[in-house]
């Protein structure tokens, strides 16, 4: 009698180690393992799927991967990770990455510095009036430059161009000054010479000082 009590005892604590025995409606099997309700898993085929163990059975669904920074310039994916992840984050600027405290220049005018919070930032050039009236542009350089030193238009028509910090005859009776690019204000919406004409003054014909 007495040792028909102990067996009973034994099989409803699961045997000899006193382990209460688990029905099968409260595990859940994967990856070779048994996992009890309640319990978290990935599935080893799938790192991406999350399964919790219930009485009903295994209710799994797909991980959602956060979205990487659009900066990120370095990304790497491990073996048994579900989501990929961003190693380095840098700065992007016009469809170009950029390293993280990296200086660029994307134009002539343009000087840029990758900062910290992931944001290019950039100063732009402001270049002053070229002091004369034919500049041009040298490739690399950002601002015009006056290769024939300063000049002006003699007059209205913009059909003849005087050096600049000079006297200038345009004919006998008419002179004209050119600004010499050191002249504060002048430049400023002035592209024509100043000029003097002597009155009572007839030009001789065939003189022209050009």
């Known amino acids: 009698?007495?040792?028909?009590?102990?067996?009973?005892?034994?099989?409803?604590?699961?045997?000899?180690?006193?382990?209460?025995?688990?029905?099968?409606?409260?595990?859940?099997?994967?990856?070779?393992?048994?996992?009890?309700?309640?319990?978290?898993?990935?599935?080893?085929?799938?790192?991406?799927?999350?399964?919790?163990?219930?009485?009903?059975?295994?209710?799994?669904?797909?991980?959602?991967?956060?979205?990487?920074?659009?900066?990120?310039?370095?990304?790497?994916?491990?073996?048994?990770?579900?989501?990929?992840?961003?190693?380095?984050?840098?700065?992007?600027?016009?469809?170009?990455?950029?390293?993280?405290?990296?200086?660029?220049?994307?134009?002539?005018?343009?000087?840029?510095?990758?900062?910290?919070?992931?944001?290019a930032r950039c100063l732009v050039a402001d270049c002053a009036p070229p002091p004369c009236v034919n500049a041009k542009y040298k490739t690399g350089e950002c601002c015009p430059k006056c290769t024939q030193g300063p000049n002006c238009y003699s007059d209205a028509s913009q059909s003849r161009i005087i050096p600049g910090g000079e006297y200038v005859w345009l004919d006998s009776c008419t002179k004209c000054r050119c600004h010499d690019g050191q002249d504060v204000g002048y430049w400023e919406g002035n592209r024509v010479a100043k000029c003097e004409t002597f009155q009572n003054c007839t030009p001789e014909e065939g003189v022209n000082n050009s």
Not at 19 to 29: D, N
């Open 1 to 119: 009698m007495r040792e028909s009590w102990l067996l009973a005892l034994c099989l409803l604590l699961g045997g000899p180690g006193g382990r209460a025995l688990t029905s099968q409606a409260g595990t859940c099997e994967a990856n070779g393992s048994m996992y009890y309700e309640g319990e978290w898993y990935f599935l080893d085929s799938d790192p991406c799927t999350q399964c919790k163990c219930t009485a009903e059975g295994a209710a799994c669904g797909q991980t959602e991967c956060s979205a990487l920074p659009p900066a990120c310039i370095h990304v790497s994916h491990y073996p048994g990770d579900c989501c990929p992840r961003c190693e380095k984050i840098g700065c992007e600027h016009r469809g170009e990455v950029y390293e993280l405290g990296q200086h660029f220049q994307p134009s002539e005018c343009e000087q840029c510095t990758c900062e910290l919070d992931g944001i």
